[in-house]
Structure formats: C-alpha cells, structure tokens
C-alpha cells in the first residue's frame, strides 16, 4: 500500500545532542510538510517542499532544518535539542492537483529530550 | 492567523449529532477538516473551497460561510469510531498555496 513512512516511531536524545528523523513515502508525491506537535496542541508547520523547492516558516527556529535529497525522502535535523523541542513530529505529503489537496500524514516521531 | 475553533470539546451518546466550527479573522480560500485519534495521525476529512465546491467522505457534511469566514463540520449519528479530536486547516488569501494552519482542535467523545 502507498503510504508515508517516519523513522524512528520513538527518539529519546539527550539536550544539546543533535539528532536526525526521517521521513520516506510511497505516493510519488511532490510536496512534503513538517509538523511539530505538542501534546494537546495543533500540528504547527515547521517546512515544507514543493518539489525541490524548501520553504520555512517565519517562526521556525533556526535550530530545524531540514533536507529533501529526492522526492521519496525528507529529513529532519535538529542541531540542539531543548527540552522544549519534546513533541510529536509529523510528516505529511501531499500531491499538487490544482485546488484539491490533501495531506497523507505518517504516524509521526515521538521526541523526548532529556 | 490561527482559526478559531468550537467548542473545545464535546461529549455525545452514540447516536447523536454534533457540530464543530472553525472561524477565521482573515478571508479564507479553503478549509480542510481532519481528525486524529489519540496516538494516531491526522487524517482528511473534508476539503471546502471559497464557491462553494467540497470534496471529502460521503458520510460527514460540511459548510463554509464565505461572508462570515467560517466553516462548519456536521457529525450526525454519530458512532463510536467518530471520536477523536477534529482540526481544521485553513489558507487565507486568493489562492492555494498548499499550506494550513490547523486550529487548536475540537475533542470529540462519543460514548456508548
């Protein structure tokens, strides 16, 4: 089945440890997101790549950044976790159809930094 | 930019209907509609566009009030595999640019 794939499922790193999440998908789709989640919040975008094309959020801490070396995959790098970094990281992909779009989300990386 | 959701949270019987609104300060360009159950992730619902097209589940109903930028998402008879918490995602401005911001969400218990 196609489907968008995140490794680890779980992350435990130490603070200041940088650390690296990965995303892979099978939809062959051509624009890729990354969320960051905390517990009973909303799903915040950090990035996203529309092809090759990486567009950051305004409010994304330049301590995320992220690479996308072919459609298939997206990484997420860390350089300095904070406690405050702990959360779900969500990755989601979407295929760009004209106005109709939506987002296929992978189950997610559960961070926890100590 | 955030929209605004409610209510917070809801608890039905099984059986009964419900409603969750999700309201923007800004004028909308679509609206789209997930639910996420606990330890899961989000899935699609519903997508509404400004004109009034929508695509999404044939079994959930949805409206987007283009005047008042708000959008509404009808559960009726509701089951028990409808809990969950139910975000919307919306895109401000004339067009799409393939980006949303999810409101902070709408818990959704539905009880035998």
């Known amino acids: 089945d196609a489907m968008v794939i995140q490794n680890p499922r779980y992350q435990v790193t130490q603070f200041g440890k940088p650390v690296t999440l990965s995303c892979s998908q099978t939809l062959n789709h051509n624009v890729m997101y990354w969320y960051q989640q905390k517990s009973s919040q909303a799903p915040k975008l950090l990035f996203h790549?529309?092809?090759?094309?990486?567009?950051n959020e305004a409010d994304t801490p330049d301590n995320f950044q992220s690479r996308r070396p072919n459609t298939s995959f997206c990484f997420l790098d860390i350089r300095s976790p904070g406690l405050g970094d702990a959360a779900m990281y969500l990755c989601?992909?979407?295929?760009?159809?004209?106005?109709?779009?939506?987002?296929?989300f992978g189950p997610g990386t559960r961070l926890t930094v100590t | 930019q955030q929209p605004v959701q409610s209510p917070q949270a809801v608890i039905l019987r099984e059986g009964e209907d419900a409603v969750i609104n999700c309201s923007s300060s800004k004028a909308l360009y679509s609206v789209h509609w997930y639910r996420q159950k606990h330890g899961e992730a989000p899935v699609f619902l519903m997508i509404l566009l400004k004109g009034g097209e929508q695509k999404g589940h044939d079994k959930i109903s949805a409206s987007f009030n283009e005047k008042k930028q708000q959008s509404s998402l009808y559960l009726t008879a509701s089951q028990l595999s409808y809990s969950g918490t139910y975000f919307c995602g919306t895109e401000i401005g004339g067009g799409s640019n393939y980006k949303l911001t999810f409101g902070k969400g709408t818990l959704l218990t539905v009880n035998p």
């Open positions: 790549y529309y092809d090759k094309d990486f567009n």
């Open positions: 989601a992909t979407s295929r760009e159809t004209g106005v109709w779009y939506e987002q296929y």
